[in-house]
């Protein structure tokens, strides 16, 4: 049954105590608001691919300098990576901004909203501990190449995330007239992409077909097996297959090289890896079938499914209920996305304010620290979708940079309470031990 949680009374509303530092949070983000508008849309109009976001973190950094905050430039040994910290000691909390493109589409997953909203989160907390000194620390992660280049698994692994007790952002989704104005509490697929290359013998198809070997036929017996797999599969298992041959061979010679292009799709990370197994069985098989020579490339880096922490979505439903926005958040049925996250690319069409199958990279961050990855509605064309020219038209308006704000307002409130509150911060700790022993 669908849950919509409101502040509940007493103290465990997320409602701060101290009515100054709430205000100095709002408005610390408020005062901003322009300034991050504008930032906001030089990222938006300079799309950059993953790695390549050399625009977008000049601008970022540029904003940062502006507010004379201490930060990094091209950190964890990536060049479009930066860090921003202010606070000392105590508990460190992370937002994670996201701000690469797509090719064709340019901001159509609207990575540009997810870096404002960060931002401003960021910003937020940057204000209230200015206001009320603690003991606490708040970063901002620059985070590149979420699109396919599992840029947060390489910040991982450079030890971006060690000391870090929670790390948090949200995504952009089409808004619909059903949705509510966002999802608290949902996670995504975990995928991984490989390609199977093919190689046979050329030959003339009319004058000595028997000499050729036919790389084309074993991409096609490869589609062909992957989808008599999908009847063995799980709902929530997702093969992708594209086949193509890589050389423009006229259609009276035998083609002697081919590729597959497969995409993965799981509920979970182990999973993910055994259905990529599966289809790569499928790939063997052809080459046996056909006498092809199969070479196997790695795609990219396997993204895990999202874990999100019970705890923080329920602290930023309520943090987002006190400004006026509804989140959905039914910890008793989580809702699956489609898509995949490094923080855990193709995205398929959206239900309400989520996705029904994508994969993301907080997934991989959700495995190491307590995470949210949460998404709030951006108002759409009719029948727009992510990863569009709509999508990407829509990533631009007032009103998607508005709710980008706004979440990022409910992030800062729900992060002060996990630098200052010691019995949230062990509740988010017990539900990330939790969830250790059920994966």
């Given amino acids: 049954m669908t849950q919509i949680l409101l502040p509940p009374p007493g103290a465990s509303s997320i409602i701060s105590r101290d009515e100054k530092v709430r205000e100095a949070i709002i408005s610390g983000i408020d005062v901003l608001d322009q300034e991050l508008q504008v930032m906001n849309l030089q990222i938006h109009d300079c799309p950059e691919l993953c790695?390549?976001?050399?625009?977008?973190?000049?601008?970022?950094?540029?904003?940062?300098?502006?507010?004379?905050?201490?930060h990094q430039k091209h950190t964890y040994g990536l060049p479009t990576s930066f860090e921003a910290e202010f606070g000392t000691g105590g508990r460190v909390v992370t937002f994670c901004a996201e701000y690469d493109a797509l090719p064709v589409v340019g901001h159509g997953c609207g990575h540009n909203l997810i870096a404002t909203a960060s931002m401003a989160a960021f910003l937020g907390v940057v204000a209230a501990l200015k206001e009320m000194p603690i003991r606490g620390r708040v970063r901002l992660l620059g985070c590149p190449?979420?699109?396919?280049?599992?840029?947060?698994?390489?910040?991982?692994?450079?030890g971006a995330f060690k000391d870090v007790h929670s790390a948090l952002m949200v995504h952009p989704f089409p808004k619909t007239k059903e949705?509510?104005?966002?999802?608290?509490?949902?996670?995504?697929l975990a995928g991984v992409t490989f390609k199977a290359h093919f190689e046979g013998l050329a030959a003339h198809a009319g004058a000595a077909p028997w000499l050729g070997i036919n790389a084309l036929d074993a991409a096609n017996l490869t589609y062909t097996a992957v989808g008599l797999l999908r009847q063995q599969c799980k709902p929530?298992?997702?093969?992708?297959?594209?086949?193509?041959?890589?050389?423009?061979t006229p259609s009276n010679i035998i083609v002697d090289r081919a590729t597959v292009d497969i995409n993965v799709r799981a509920a979970t990370l182990d999973e993910v890896l055994v259905l990529r197994?599966?289809?790569?069985?499928?790939?063997?098989?052809?080459?046996?079938?056909?006498?092809?020579?199969?070479?196997?490339?790695?795609g990219m880096l396997p993204y895990a499914e999202i874990r999100p922490n019970e705890t923080i979505c329920e602290e930023f439903t309520h943090a987002m209920a006190t400004l006026g926005s509804r989140f959905k958040c039914d910890l008793g049925n989580?809702?699956?996305?489609?898509?995949?996250?490094?923080?855990?690319?193709?995205?398929?069409?959206?239900?309400?304010?989520?996705?029904?199958?994508?994969?993301?990279?907080?997934?991989?961050?959700?495995?190491?620290?307590?995470?949210?990855?949460?998404?709030?509605?951006?108002?759409?064309e009719p029948g727009e979708n992510m990863h569009s020219k709509g999508f990407n038209r829509a990533s631009r308006t007032d009103a998607a940079h508005h709710v980008a704000v706004m979440a990022g307002k409910g992030m800062a409130l729900a992060a002060w309470r996990i630098l200052t509150d010691d019995t949230i911060a062990k509740k988010i700790e017990v539900d990330f031990e939790n969830d250790k022993l059920r994966r």
């Avoid at 190449?145 to 450079?158: Q, R, S």
């Avoid at 929530?236 to 423009?248: Q, V």
């Fill in 334 to 380: 989580v809702e699956v996305g489609g898509y995949g996250t490094d923080m855990g690319m193709k995205k398929l069409r959206a239900t309400g304010a989520h996705f029904v199958l994508l994969t993301t990279r907080p997934g991989n961050v959700t495995y190491e620290v307590p995470g949210f990855h949460g998404t709030f509605a951006v108002p759409v």
């Fill in 277 to 298: 197994r599966r289809a790569e069985n499928c790939a063997r098989g052809a080459a046996i079938a056909t006498d092809c020579k199969l070479s196997l490339e790695d």
């Fill in 236 to 248: 929530t298992d997702r093969i992708g297959i594209i086949t193509t041959k890589d050389t423009d």
């Fill in 145 to 158: 190449a979420e699109e396919g280049g599992g840029g947060k698994i390489k910040l991982i692994n450079a």
């Fill in 179 to 188: 949705s509510n104005d966002g999802t608290s509490f949902g996670t995504c």
């Fill in 51 to 70: 790695y390549e976001e050399v625009q977008a973190h000049t601008t970022l950094t540029e904003f940062l300098e502006s507010q004379s905050i201490p």
